[in-house]
T-cell receptor
Framework: DAGVTQSPTHLIKTRGQQVTLRCSPK?????VSWYQQALGQEPQFIFQ???????QRGNFPDRFSGHQFPNYSSELNVNALLLGDSALYLC?????????????FGSGTQLSVL | AQSVTQLGSHVSVSEGALVLLRCNYS??????LFWYVQYPNQGLQLLLK??????LVKGINGFEAEFKKSETSFHLTKPSAHMSDAAEYFC?????????????FGRGTSLIVHP
């Protein structure tokens, strides 16, 4: 049973560029959440996708956008990259948006913005 | 609003000693509480979760946590530390907010295990 997979594992971009990160949820899961984790910090919630729609959003600017496909996989897009966007981006999947549902995390994409 | 406070950014123990990682939460609704572990260069892995019912929750790798409503705490313990337990530990709380249950994470506690 494949867990949550993310690609790429590492990425280096320059300021102003755009980036797309990809996530495939755990088999049987239909909800994908994205988190940003700066070095030495806790994960910060970016947004959650359920039934191909953005269901909840954290305190992130519109430069951060996403998409969920019919097969439940998801993409995170970041435009006009800033140095402060350098972080580990984590994808987490779950089944539905139910109370107390536990998250399964991928290993993340390490984004470095130069 | 919900929040989590983890007391101590670093906890250092000797191998074989008791592990105690502290977590206090704030929630306006009955909370769901979680402990996650993160090893270097990896994502987070669920150790255990509390929903309702028994206040002592047993998780993986010998960890357990006790929910104390009167103290708004959910401390994580393990009787005997192993070198492989060295990692970052995050406490998280979730509760209904706007129809969704997005967990809020604490700032993490780094567990250091000495031989």
């Amino acid at each position: 049973d494949a867990g949550v997979t993310q690609s790429p594992t590492h990425l280096i971009k320059t300021r102003g560029q755009q980036v797309t990160l990809r996530c495939s949820p755990k088999s049987g899961h239909d909800t994908v959440s994205w988190y940003q984790q700066a070095l030495g910090q806790e994960p910060q919630f970016i947004f959650q996708y359920y039934e191909e729609e953005e269901r909840q959003r954290g305190n992130f600017p519109d430069r951060f956008s996403g998409h969920q496909f019919p097969n439940y996989s998801s993409e995170l897009n970041v435009n006009a990259l800033l140095l402060g966007d350098s972080a580990l981006y984590l994808c987490a999947s779950s089944f539905g948006d139910r109370e107390g549902e536990k998250l399964f995390f991928g290993s993340g994409t390490q984004l470095s913005v130069l | 609003a919900q929040s989590v406070t983890q007391l101590g950014s670093h906890v250092s123990v000797s191998e074989g000693a008791l592990v105690l990682l502290r977590c206090n939460y704030s929630s306006s609704v009955p909370p769901y509480l979680f402990w996650y572990v993160q090893y270097p260069n990896q994502g987070l892995q669920l150790l255990l979760k509390y929903t309702t019912g028994a206040t002592l929750v047993k998780g993986i790798n010998g960890f357990e946590a006790e929910f104390k409503k009167s103290e708004t705490s959910f401390h994580l313990t393990k009787p005997s530390a192993h070198m492989s337990d060295a990692a970052e530990y995050f406490c998280a709380v979730s509760g209904e907010a706007g129809g969704s249950y997005i967990p809020t994470f604490g700032r993490g506690t780094s567990l250091i295990v000495h031989p």
